[in-house]
């Protein structure tokens, strides 16, 4: 069950009352050795069988996700700093993203701050890279409408995350990289990421969150390093083809199950510091957080003008972009609304034309891509 939390936050803590811990090595290998969950490959596979319909659709109907696209951009902006505690009026939200009005108080400069950073993501994500200089601009532009002074800086004091229970005790659930290391620990979370990005044999779309998490338990900045997690996971799904977070709001997926959320990361930020922790219950938790987005995205456009994408477009997606060898019991699980026979009949004209090849025999074949 998640943890309930009546908030979550950072705060300045004198770190010399807290264990000495080594710094985290980040190191991504371990996803190319097999042994992430079949549940965790069927999400992804999932996600990219969904990916593919999304984006038939929006060469069909770029009008619609146009409309669409400005919706979303109101609700991330509503939904991610309301994770925070930074809330208005739904027509204060709309008035500042919309810039029909400029802010009135720090919240809603606050706001105002998300939406020029999620603008700069939008619309040059090409541009931006996964490194310390465009973080760093990111965060100077999160927090330039409220005139603090260490937007765009790396923290200056320790911090530590502080729970509270039903009760109201005030717990230290963790303790980020100290501030006289986080420097350091940020370029090597960069310098990871760009060797994990380049190894062919690690799938991006589990390799986001694992960044994330540890871009997180770094806790670089003095404020709005959630924000930043979830601006940064955006830039990363982009520049891996994964636009869904522009037509359905990612922010509100996460704040509608923010419960959920906090669980996984507690879960895998223990013993992060001694560089045993599980990254799983966190890649899970993304992996569902992106799926609900292209469901919602699926759910919309399932029939435009009869537009709808193929049942056979669909099935040969879903095994083309598998991450493993992947069965037609697992396939009808992923496409519970197509019959076992039409998957059947896809899956064999797929083995004749070569595009795929059977692996095993009897009640154990299993299909794969034909490199």
Same mark, same amino acid.
């Given at each position: 069950?998640?943890?309930?939390?009546?908030?979550?936050?950072?705060?300045?803590?004198?770190?010399?009352?807290?264990?000495?811990?080594?710094?985290?090595?980040?190191?991504?290998?371990?996803? *190319?050795?097999?042994?992430?969950?079949?549940?965790?490959?069927?999400?992804?596979?999932?996600?990219?069988?969904?990916?593919?319909?999304?984006?038939?659709?929006?060469?069909?109907?770029?009008?619609?996700?146009?409309?669409?696209?400005?919706?979303?951009?109101?609700?991330?902006?509503?939904?991610? !700093?309301?994770?925070?505690?930074?809330?208005?009026?739904?027509?204060?939200?709309?008035?500042?993203?919309?810039?029909?009005?400029?802010?009135?108080?720090?919240?809603?400069?606050?706001?105002? $701050? &998300?939406?020029?950073?999620? #603008?700069?993501?939008?619309?040059?994500?090409?541009?931006?890279?996964?490194?310390?200089?465009?973080?760093?601009?990111?965060?100077?532009?999160?927090?330039?409408?409220?005139? &603090?002074?260490?937007?765009?800086?790396?923290?200056?004091?320790? #911090?530590?995350?502080?729970?509270?229970?039903?009760?109201?005790?005030?717990?230290?659930?963790?303790?980020?990289?100290?501030?006289?290391?986080?420097?350091?620990?940020?370029?090597?979370?960069?310098?990871? &990421?760009?060797?994990?990005?380049?190894?062919?044999?690690?799938?991006?779309?589990?390799?986001?969150?694992? =960044?994330?998490?540890?871009?997180?338990?770094?806790?670089?900045?003095?404020?709005?390093?959630?924000?930043?997690?979830?601006?940064?996971?955006?830039?990363?799904?982009?520049?891996?083809?994964?636009?869904?977070?522009? &037509?359905?709001?990612?922010?509100?997926?996460?704040?509608?199950? *923010?419960?959920?959320?906090?669980?996984?990361?507690?879960?895998? %930020?223990?013993?992060?510091?001694?560089?045993?922790?599980?990254? %799983?219950?966190?890649?899970?938790?993304?992996?569902?957080?992106?799926?609900?987005?292209?469901?919602?995205?699926?759910?919309?456009?399932?029939?435009?003008?009869? $537009?709808?994408?193929?049942?056979?477009?669909?099935?040969?997606?879903? =095994?083309?972009?598998?991450?493993?060898?992947?069965?037609?019991?697992?396939?009808?699980?992923?496409?519970?609304?197509?019959?076992?026979?039409?998957?059947?009949?896809?899956? $064999?004209?797929?083995?004749?034309?070569?595009?795929?090849?059977?692996?095993?025999?009897?009640?154990?074949?299993?299909?794969?891509? !034909?490199?």
């Amino acid at each position: 069950m998640p943890i309930s939390l009546d908030f979550l936050h950072c705060f300045g803590y004198n770190m010399c009352r807290l264990r000495r811990r080594a710094m985290h090595k980040f190191d991504y290998s371990f996803l *190319k050795n097999g042994l992430i969950s079949a549940k965790t490959l069927n999400m992804a596979t999932s996600i990219y069988s969904l990916k593919t319909m999304a984006k038939v659709r929006k060469a069909d109907h770029l009008k619609i996700f146009t409309e669409l696209e400005k919706i979303a951009k109101i609700q991330s902006v509503k939904n991610s !700093n309301a994770i925070e505690g930074i809330v208005t009026s739904d027509e204060r939200i709309k008035a500042i993203v919309t810039q029909s009005s400029a802010p009135l108080n720090h919240d809603e400069a606050e706001i105002a $701050g &998300y939406r020029d950073a999620l #603008n700069e993501i939008h619309t040059n994500n090409q541009y931006i890279g996964f490194n310390e200089s465009d973080i760093l601009h990111l965060h100077e532009i999160l927090l330039s409408a409220t005139g &603090y002074e260490y937007g765009g800086k790396y923290k200056d004091f320790d #911090n530590a995350i502080i729970e509270i229970d039903s009760q109201g005790n005030r717990n230290i659930r963790f303790a980020p990289t100290p501030a006289s290391e986080t420097k350091h620990a940020m370029e090597q979370l960069v310098l990871a &990421y760009m060797s994990a990005a380049n190894d062919s044999e690690i799938n991006q779309l589990l390799l986001i969150p694992c =960044v994330i998490l540890d871009f997180l338990c770094i806790h670089p900045f003095r404020d709005g390093n959630g924000r930043m997690s979830r601006l940064l996971s955006l830039l990363l799904l982009y520049k891996n083809g994964f636009d869904a977070g522009k &037509y359905v709001s990612f922010e509100e997926q996460i704040n509608k199950y *923010k419960g959920f959320y906090y669980e996984a990361l507690r879960q895998s %930020s223990i013993n992060w510091h001694e560089n045993n922790n599980d990254y %799983s219950p966190f890649i899970e938790n993304f992996l569902s957080t992106l799926y609900m987005c292209y469901k919602e995205l699926d759910k919309r456009f399932a029939v435009v003008n009869g $537009g709808k994408v193929s049942k056979s477009a669909r099935i040969e997606a879903t =095994v083309l972009n598998s991450l493993a060898p992947i069965s037609k019991k697992e396939i009808c699980e992923i496409l519970p609304d197509i019959s076992p026979t039409t998957i059947e009949a896809v899956l $064999g004209k797929m083995v004749r034309s070569g595009q795929i090849v059977k692996i095993g025999s009897a009640r154990n074949i299993k299909y794969l891509r !034909n490199k």
